[in-house]
């Protein structure tokens, strides 16, 4: 059955549908009673299977390659750059930086190559078979040829980058200024009760942590010896909350701390493929970098000041978890809804997310990189000096 889902009031549906009925009464199945109810239930909210297919569409690894070699716009440049607008600025004013990388191979060079001289031979004795192939065997193999120069290709560009061309984007000018400029913040709850900032610059914001993941290192060196900078206990807890927020997602973790360190998106591909059996494009990690890991980090932070704010001025409004006895506040972000007395579920989130989850024993923390038991990241326990900050 076939629904019009321009439709968006509940008027209008329910016209669609009695004229519905009445030309199909006969046929109608109780499968699609089912569909016409969410139909009418649901309009204008997008929740129905086909509305969500519309609103997000599925994107096919075909029509992503499509996409990609298409897409020549600002904002998606910057944000397939593992650097995002930043490695953009470097390239740009960085005599460093060359913008064509991609360089013919000096075939006088090739035995500088690690196994090239072997590979080049390969390639030969390929191309004279080609010669005398026909039809699969033939294209197959033509694949091996061109896979045969992109690992020698590729190798020339890991000895350059051995060699010391720069992975990671250097910090720009604008950031270091900021690093010692005050960064005054006031937060409150609003009406809803949510949290809210006056500052550009706060946690609260995805951006602003994706700013501060992406040059952690750089600012933390700006502010080692300054004690007394807004940007030192800025970065003390973009680590409090990061910890908090992707200890349950051991491959978060994990690809936080590469993009940290400056991996290429290949060779994070080949490092989840190995270590978490995990097989996705390079698009689809740098979307959870850019998108999923500072929405989770922004969050916990609206967590932690709710925590705080409830403890220190409201100090009522707490519910007692029934899986793991904590004392949380009674809030959304702490609680699944539902119609008990309340409106809250007995147990809070986390612990409902464990019982569908398992989760590793120990994480590698992403801003020491030493190896520490999950749960005590949960509780934001910083390996470096031992606190636990909750």
Known sequence: MRLDYKLKTDEERLDYVNSYLDKHNSKVRPADLEKLADYLLFAGENVTIKERSEESPIITKNREVTLNARETSLESTIDNLPGGEDTLWTVASSPEYPLTVKEPLDMSKISEIPNGESKLRAIKGLE???????????????KAIIESWQDIY????????????????????????????????????????????????????????????RHYF????????????????????????????????????????????GYTGAEIVN?????????????????????????????????????????????????????????????PLFYHRNTSNDGYYSKCKDCRKQTVTS????????????????????IGYAPESGDIYG
């Open 128 to 142: 004279k078979s080609l010669e005398k192939a026909a039809g699969r065997h033939k294209f197959k193999l033509k």
């Open 154 to 213: 590729n190798a020339r560009v890991s000895m350059n980058a051995a060699a010391g061309y720069p992975t990671t984007p250097k910090l720009a000018p604008t950031l270091k200024g900021a690093a010692q400029l005050e960064l005054p913040e006031t937060k409150w709850l609003d009406s809803k009760d949510m949290p809210q900032s006056d500052s550009d610059f706060s946690l609260f914001e995805p951006t602003t942590v994706l700013i501060l993941l």
């Open 218 to 261: 750089n600012l933390k060196s700006e502010v080692r010896e300054n004690l007394h900078c807004d940007m030192h206990y800025f970065l003390w807890e973009l680590e409090t909350n990061t910890r908090m927020a992707l200890a349950h997602y051991p491959v978060l973790l994990d690809l936080c701390r590469l993009e940290m360190l």
């Open 271 to 331: 490092y989840m493929e190995q270590y978490h059996g995990i097989i996705h494009s390079e698009q689809y990690f740098s979307t959870l970098w850019t998108k999923k890991i500072p929405k989770l980090v922004s969050q916990e932070a609206k967590k932690s000041f709710i925590k705080y704010y409830y403890r220190n001025h409201r100090k009522y409004g707490f519910k007692t978890c029934s899986c793991c006895k904590k004392r949380l506040p009674a809030h």
């Open 359 to 378: 989760f590793d024993k120990y994480s590698q923390d992403p801003f020491t990189g030493q190896i520490v038991e999950t749960s005590l990241l949960a």
